[in-house]
């Protein structure tokens, strides 16, 4: 083993792009400050980090002081909604998100709910978006925030902001959303979309893991968030903690990078995606997850007929990096609570793969994979006596081909 596999997982994590590794080296050891010092040192950190709060600011036509750094999106999950349900308790104990959710937000919610507040869980249609008259449906009195992510880090889809905003503004609830997966990818306009918070993560778009953000609007409504970490007082009291500059001022430099291409880059995934899926989709049995128009460009999710998604994944790794649809902890062997959310069935949301192409992915590598990947199913199937509907059909009306079939 020589060689690494391809890597096809740019959803659980992407790599780090050289010059986003360029712009963080300096503030290692040689700008090294405390961004909070009343000193050269601490004002040269100081004003890396305002310039890369100005940066993320912009990507989602925000201001630079709505913009409290984290240690990733988990962190501003979690900042947001316990945040919020512990600043408006007092007004309502309501909480509406999806079934669909990342862990880092079905969990906080799980959590309030064992401390007394209510949490309704919205379905997803079959194509995995939310049924915005369902949404309405569930806002009451008591409701203070809907959670609603961006885009799916499985299925990759899309979720309708700009009207989720809308229908939340209109009933006064405060909206976030988790864009872990969004952020530098497609579009997000916190006044457009009338988005209250954001979570935001650079290791998901080329950046260096461990930072992240939380979007927190300041103005018409000025959201109120109690603290989740006290100390220092950083980042306006919201977050205590030393600011990390070169983290920071990495987080920036992939989201400017990222803003910079966002629209060659989608066209090249799309291509890319397009190669993978007509070689893939010409097999039968093979079922895509997920609204194939309303999702991100690098993103296919597919279920697989006839194959042991364990089995699929051991012929494929010496190959491809890639995860299946199982639970993510390596532990947990649990169908993907996104798949059976879909309606799939436990076995097809077993037999599932999560590919995640990004922009260091080649044309050739893609060729690769698509090859690999249908020779592996083929191969599974055969070993598994599998064989499509259409035929098992035709066997039942004819036994002498039922027969051989059976060897
Ligand atoms: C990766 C991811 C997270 C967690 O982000 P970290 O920065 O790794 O904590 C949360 N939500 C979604 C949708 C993600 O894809």
Redesign the pocket.
């Known amino acids: 083993m020589s060689q690494k596999p391809i890597y096809l997982d740019c959803?659980?994590?992407t790599p780090m792009d050289e010059r986003v590794f360029e712009a963080m080296k300096p503030y290692f050891c040689d700008r090294f400050g405390n961004p909070s010092s009343v000193h050269v040192y601490g004002w040269e950190a100081e004003s890396a980090v305002k310039q890369a709060r100005t940066i993320i600011a912009d990507a989602i036509n925000a201001n630079p002081e709505e913009i409290i750094f984290t240690?990733?999106?988990?962190?501003?999950?979690n900042l947001a909604i316990k945040g919020v349900a512990e600043a408006y308790f007092s007004q309502g104990k309501h909480i509406i998100t999806v079934t669909t959710?990342?862990?880092?937000?079905l969990d906080p919610c799980q959590y309030l709910a064992s401390l007394g507040f209510e949490v309704t869980y919205l379905p997803v249609q079959s194509d995995g978006l939310i049924d915005l008259q369902q949404l309405s449906l569930a806002i009451r009195e008591d409701t203070i925030l809907v959670s609603v992510?961006?885009?799916?880090?499985e299925i990759g889809v899309l979720q309708p902001l700009a009207e989720i905003g809308s229908i939340c503004h209109e009933h006064q609830v405060l909206f976030h959303t988790?864009?872990?997966?969004a952020i530098a990818k497609i579009p997000l306009d916190v006044a457009k979309m009338q988005i209250d918070l954001m979570?935001l993560?650079?290791?998901?778009v080329y950046g260096p893991?461990?930072?992240?953000a939380l979007y927190i609007r300041r103005r018409s409504p000025k959201v109120k968030i109690a603290a989740q970490l006290q100390g220092g007082g950083q980042e306006k009291g919201i977050r205590s903690g030393t600011l990390y500059p070169p983290q920071i001022v990495g987080f920036a430099k992939a989201v400017e990078l990222g803003m910079g291409v966002m629209e060659t880059e989608s066209k090249y995934l799309l291509q890319l995606r397009g190669q993978l899926w007509s070689k893939l989709k010409s097999l039968p049995g093979i079922h895509l997850n997920g609204n194939l128009n309303q999702r991100l460009p690098g993103n296919l999710n597919l279920s697989i007929e006839g194959v042991d998604g364990a089995a699929l994944l051991l012929g494929l790794q010496q190959t491809v990096a890639l995860s299946s649809g199982s639970a993510c902890s390596a532990a947990s062997t649990a169908p993907s609570h996104v798949l059976t959310a879909l309606g799939r069935n436990k076995k097809l949301a077993h037999a599932s793969l999560r590919l995640g192409i990004g922009r260091f992915n080649t044309t050739e590598e893609i060729a690769t994979v698509a090859q690999e990947v249908a020779a592996t199913i083929e191969a599974l199937r055969q070993a598994n006596h599998w064989q499509p509907k259409e035929k098992r059909n035709e066997e039942i009306s004819n036994p002498a081909s039922a027969v051989s079939g059976k060897r």
């Open positions: 959803h659980a994590t240690s990733g999106a988990t962190e501003a999950n959710e990342h862990r880092a937000v992510m961006a885009a799916n880090n988790d864009a872990a997966q979570s993560t650079a290791h998901k893991k461990g930072i992240g």
